[in-house]
């Protein structure tokens, strides 16, 4: 069973940081792009950042201008992990946040390209 699990969210003052993790288990994704959505209560899901397979321009990240310079993506392929460390976090990056695989697009900013999705952890930014 495919399955993708989020941990590390919680309660943060403005201009801290977190690390957030996405363990893969069922298969291999270490040729899947893996990506970061969020979801803002009233607001639609949006891209945060993705990271290509080390087989195509060893894992090529990217990112939304939103998060640019602050977050960063990086896979482990030997532990099936995803990782996405925030920093200078902002009130405005509240939301739940999402780890999703995407077999075929090698990390798109699309949500619609991503196969697997993980339950979300949410993320707190207090001013």
């Known amino acids: 069973q495919v399955q993708l699990v989020e941990s590390g969210g919680g309660l943060v003052q403005a201009g801290g940081s977190l690390r957030l993790s996405c363990a893969a288990s069922g298969r291999s994704f270490s040729r899947d792009g893996m990506g970061w959505f969020r979801q803002a209560p009233g607001k639609e899901r949006e891209f945060v950042a993705a990271?290509?397979?080390?087989?195509?321009?060893?894992?090529?990240?990217s990112y939304a201008d939103s998060v640019k310079g602050r977050f960063t993506i990086s896979r482990d392929n030997a532990k099936n992990m995803v990782y996405l460390q925030m920093d200078s976090l902002k009130p405005e990056d509240t939301a739940v946040y999402y780890c999703?695989?995407?077999?075929?697009?090698?990390?798109?900013?699309?949500?619609?390209?991503?196969?697997?999705w993980g339950q979300g952890t949410q993320v707190t930014v207090s001013s």
């Open positions: 990271v290509a397979p080390i087989s195509w321009s060893g894992g090529r990240p």
């Open positions: 999703a695989a995407d077999p075929l697009n090698r990390g798109s900013k699309f949500a619609y390209t991503y196969d697997y």
